[in-house]
C-alpha cells in the first residue's frame, strides 16, 4: 500500500518535496470536497494518469498500484453500498481511489528521508506546544519500515496454519500475530537504543 | 579491504588509549532476579568469544556492553571509559548486532537506513552522502543503495545492519549471535567480516563453536556467572564435554 520512492529524473522527481507535499494536500482537500459528481472524478483521474505519465511510469505500474488498492476498494464500497445508492457509492469510492493513488505518486517520486525532512520542517511551528517534529518523522518513517514486516508475519503466520491443517481465518491470524508484533517492537526498541536514537 | 582505525579518543596525558573490556564485580537484576552475578575480568583481546547453555546470561553481558541494560552493581569500563559515569560516550563508541536483521533496520530504504547512524553528528547532507555510498559499496550494497530494506535476503539484511554500525567508526562491535538465522554461505561472510576484516575489538555471543575457536580468548557464563575464561581451545573443549 504505502508504495517506496523510485529513482528517476522527471520533473515530479526532481521538484523539491515540500511543494509537492503541500499539492498534494490542497488537491486532496479540492477533490474530496468538490469532485461530487462522476464527471470531476473522471477529470480528476486523468489528472492523476497524465502525472504517472509524466514522472516516466507506464500504463502498467498504475495497474499495479490499483491492485494494491484492491481491498480499500472493496471494503470502502461494500460499506456504502449497505446505506447509499450504487452510483453515489461508486463515486465516493472513485474518490478515495483517486486521492490514495495521487498520494501514492508523491511517495514513488520522493525520497522518505526528503519527505520526512519536509515534514519535521512543517511541524516545526508546533514545537512551541510541545511537539517534537524529529520524533514524529521517526515514527513516520518507522512505521513505513515495519508495514512490509508485520504483512510478512502474516503471511508466514497463515503459511504455518495452512501446512497444520487449519483453514485460514481472521480470528486465529491476531493473537499470533500480535505477539509475533510485540516481540518485533520490543527488539526494535533496542536497536533504535543501540543506534542512538534515544 | 582497508578500513580506517576508529577514532579512539586518546587519554590526557598523551599515553595511548586502552583497548580494554573491564569488570569488576559486576551484577545485573533484572525484575527481581539476580541474571548475572558477580563479573570480574580484564579482556584485552580483539576477539572475545563468548559461550554458554541458553539463559546463562550471555545476552545480558552483551547488553551491558551496549548500554541497553544498567549494571546494578559494580563498574564496566569500555576502553577506559566508565559505562555509567560516561555512558552517552560509551554509547557512541560501542556498535551492536543482533540476530534478527529486521528488527534492527530503522528507515525504509538501504541508503536511508545507513544513513540514519549518522543523525546527529554534525555532518552536512553530502558528507553523509558521501560515506554512506563508500560505505555501500565496500559491503556490496551500492547497487541496493535505494531499494527497500525489506526486500533484501536475510544475509543482505544482515549485511545492512552491520553496515549501519560500522559506518559509525565504532571502537567496540558486539554482536550477539549474529549469525543464528543465517544459512552457511551468508554465515560464512558475516563471520569473515567480523573475524578477519574489521579492525575493532569483537565480543561475539554465539552456539556456533567454530566461530568461537577463531577468537583470541572465549569467555564461558553458565547460571549467570563467569564460568571460565582462557583461550579459546581449553574453553571450549571442556564446554562440549559438558554438554555430553
Ligand atoms: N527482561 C528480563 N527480565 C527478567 N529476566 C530476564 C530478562 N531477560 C533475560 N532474563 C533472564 O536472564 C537469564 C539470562 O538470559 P540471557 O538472555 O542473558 O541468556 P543467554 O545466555 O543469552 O541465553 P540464550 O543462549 O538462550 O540466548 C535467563 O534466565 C532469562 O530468563
Ligand atoms: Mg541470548
Same mark, same amino acid.
Given at each position: 500500500m504505502i508504495a517506496l520512492y523510485r529513482p528517476g529524473t522527471s520533473p515530479l522527481h526532481r521538484l523539491p518535496a515540500g511543494p509537492k507535499l503541500i499539492a498534494l494536500m490542497l488537491l486532496a482537500i479540492a477533490i474530496t470536497v468538490f469532485a461530487s459528481n462522476a464527471w470531476y472524478i473522471a477529470g480528476a483521474s486523468a489528472l492523476v494518469v497524465a502525472?504517472?505519465?509524466?514522472?516516466?511510469?507506464g500504463p502498467l505500474e498504475i495497474l499495479r498500484q490499483l491492485w494494491t488498492l484492491r481491498w480499500i476498494v472493496a471494503v470502502t464500497l461494500i460499506t456504502q453500498v449497505i446505506f447509499l445508492p450504487l452510483p453515489v457509492a461508486a463515486t465516493n469510492t472513485g474518490r478515495v481511489v483517486t486521492v490514495v493513488m495521487l498520494a501514492t505518486l508523491v511517495t514513488l517520486t520522493t525520497r522518505t528521508s526528503a519527505l520526512l525532512d519536509a515534514v519535521e520542517r512543517g511541524l516545526g511551528p508546533l514545537r512551541r506546544i510541545g511537539v517534537d517534529p524529529a520524533r514524529v518523522g521517526l515514527v513516520m518513517a518507522m512505521?513505513?519500515?515495519?508495514?512490509?514486516?508485520?504483512?510478512?508475519?502474516?503471511?508466514?503466520?497463515?503459511?504455518?496454519?495452512?501446512?497444520?491443517?487449519?483453514?485460514?481465518? +481472521?480470528?486465529? +491470524?491476531?493473537?499470533?500475530? +500480535?505477539?509475533?508484533? +510485540?516481540?518485533?517492537?520490543?527488539?526494535?526498541?533496542?536497536?533504535?537504543?543501540?543506534?542512538?536514537?534515544? | 579491504?582497508?578500513?580506517?582505525?576508529?577514532?579512539?579518543?586518546?587519554?590526557?596525558?598523551?599515553?595511548?588509549?586502552?583497548?580494554?573490556?573491564? #569488570?569488576?564485580?559486576?551484577?545485573? @537484576?533484572?525484575a527481581g532476579v539476580t541474571v548475572l552475578r558477580d563479573v570480574t575480568v580484564t579482556l584485552p583481546q580483539r576477539r572475545i568469544a563468548v559461550i554458554g547453555s541458553n539463559g546463562s546470561g550471555k545476552s545480558t553481558f552483551a547488553r551491558l556492553l551496549g548500554g541497553l541494560v544498567a549494571p546494578s552493581r559494580g563498574r564496566v569500563a569500555v576502553h577506559g571509559h566508565d559505562l555509567v559515569a560516561?555512558?552517552?560516550?560509551?554509547? !557512541?563508541?560501542?556498535?551492536?548486532?543482533f540476530s534478527n536483521p529486521d528488527a534492527q533496520i530503522?528507515?525504509?530504504?538501504?541508503?536511508?537506513?545507513?544513513? #540514519?547512524?549518522?543523525?546527529r553528528?554534525?555532518?552536512? !547532507?553530502?558528507?553523509?552522502?558521501? !560515506?554512506?555510498?563508500?560505505?555501500?559499496?565496500?559491503?556490496?550494497?551500492?547497487? !541496493?543503495? @535505494?531499494?527497500?530494506?525489506?526486500?533484501?535476503?536475510?544475509?543482505?539484511?544482515?549485511?545492512?545492519?552491520?553496515?549501519?554500525?560500522?559506518?559509525?567508526?565504532?571502537?567496540?562491535?558486539?554482536?550477539?549471535?549474529?549469525?543464528?538465522?543465517?544459512?552457511?554461505?551468508?554465515?560464512?561472510?558475516?563471520?569473515?567480516?567480523?573475524?578477519?576484516?574489521?579492525?575493532?575489538?569483537?565480543?561475539?555471543?554465539?552456539?556456533?563453536?567454530?566461530?568461537?575457536?577463531?577468537c583470541d580468548v572465549a569467555v564461558r557464563f553458565e547460571d549467570g556467572r563467569l564460568f571460565e575464561v582462557d583461550d579459546p581451545a581449553p574453553v571450549i573443549a571442556r564446554y562440549r564435554r559438558d554438554l555430553g
Amino acid at each position: 500500500m504505502i508504495a517506496l520512492y523510485r529513482p528517476g529524473t522527471s520533473p515530479l522527481h526532481r521538484l523539491p518535496a515540500g511543494p509537492k507535499l503541500i499539492a498534494l494536500m490542497l488537491l486532496a482537500i479540492a477533490i474530496t470536497v468538490f469532485a461530487s459528481n462522476a464527471w470531476y472524478i473522471a477529470g480528476a483521474s486523468a489528472l492523476v494518469v497524465a502525472g504517472y505519465f509524466a514522472a516516466g511510469f507506464g500504463p502498467l505500474e498504475i495497474l499495479r498500484q490499483l491492485w494494491t488498492l484492491r481491498w480499500i476498494v472493496a471494503v470502502t464500497l461494500i460499506t456504502q453500498v449497505i446505506f447509499l445508492p450504487l452510483p453515489v457509492a461508486a463515486t465516493n469510492t472513485g474518490r478515495v481511489v483517486t486521492v490514495v493513488m495521487l498520494a501514492t505518486l508523491v511517495t514513488l517520486t520522493t525520497r522518505t528521508s526528503a519527505l520526512l525532512d519536509a515534514v519535521e520542517r512543517g511541524l516545526g511551528p508546533l514545537r512551541r506546544i510541545g511537539v517534537d517534529p524529529a520524533r514524529v518523522g521517526l515514527v513516520m518513517a518507522m512505521t513505513i519500515t515495519v508495514v512490509p514486516v508485520i504483512a510478512g508475519y502474516a503471511a508466514s503466520i497463515r503459511d504455518a496454519q495452512r501446512a497444520r491443517g487449519a483453514k485460514p481465518r +481472521l480470528r486465529i +491470524l491476531v493473537m499470533p500475530l +500480535l505477539v509475533m508484533s +510485540l516481540k518485533h517492537a520490543d527488539e526494535l526498541g533496542d536497536a533504535l537504543v543501540a543506534r542512538g536514537a534515544e | 579491504m582497508t578500513t580506517p582505525l576508529p577514532s579512539i579518543p586518546a587519554s590526557p596525558d598523551g599515553t595511548p588509549p586502552s583497548r580494554e573490556l573491564a #569488570f569488576e564485580g559486576v551484577g545485573v @537484576d533484572l525484575a527481581g532476579v539476580t541474571v548475572l552475578r558477580d563479573v570480574t575480568v580484564t579482556l584485552p583481546q580483539r576477539r572475545i568469544a563468548v559461550i554458554g547453555s541458553n539463559g546463562s546470561g550471555k545476552s545480558t553481558f552483551a547488553r551491558l556492553l551496549g548500554g541497553l541494560v544498567a549494571p546494578s552493581r559494580g563498574r564496566v569500563a569500555v576502553h577506559g571509559h566508565d559505562l555509567v559515569a560516561e555512558r552517552k560516550q560509551v554509547l !557512541r563508541m560501542v556498535g551492536s548486532v543482533f540476530s534478527n536483521p529486521d528488527a534492527q533496520i530503522i528507515m525504509p530504504t538501504v541508503a536511508e537506513d545507513v544513513a #540514519f547512524s549518522l543523525r546527529r553528528r554534525g555532518l552536512t !547532507r553530502e558528507e553523509v552522502a558521501r !560515506r554512506v555510498t563508500a560505505t555501500l559499496e565496500r559491503y556490496g550494497l551500492a547497487e !541496493r543503495a @535505494d531499494a527497500p530494506a525489506h526486500s533484501l535476503s536475510g544475509g543482505q539484511k544482515q549485511l545492512l545492519a552491520l553496515s549501519a554500525v560500522l559506518i559509525t567508526e565504532p571502537a567496540l562491535i558486539v554482536a550477539d549471535e549474529p549469525t543464528a538465522l543465517l544459512d552457511g554461505r551468508n554465515s560464512r561472510l558475516i563471520s569473515a567480516l567480523l573475524l578477519d576484516e574489521i579492525p575493532q575489538q569483537l565480543v561475539l555471543v554465539t552456539h556456533d563453536l567454530e566461530l568461537a575457536a577463531r577468537c583470541d580468548v572465549a569467555v564461558r557464563f553458565e547460571d549467570g556467572r563467569l564460568f571460565e575464561v582462557d583461550d579459546p581451545a581449553p574453553v571450549i573443549a571442556r564446554y562440549r564435554r559438558d554438554l555430553g
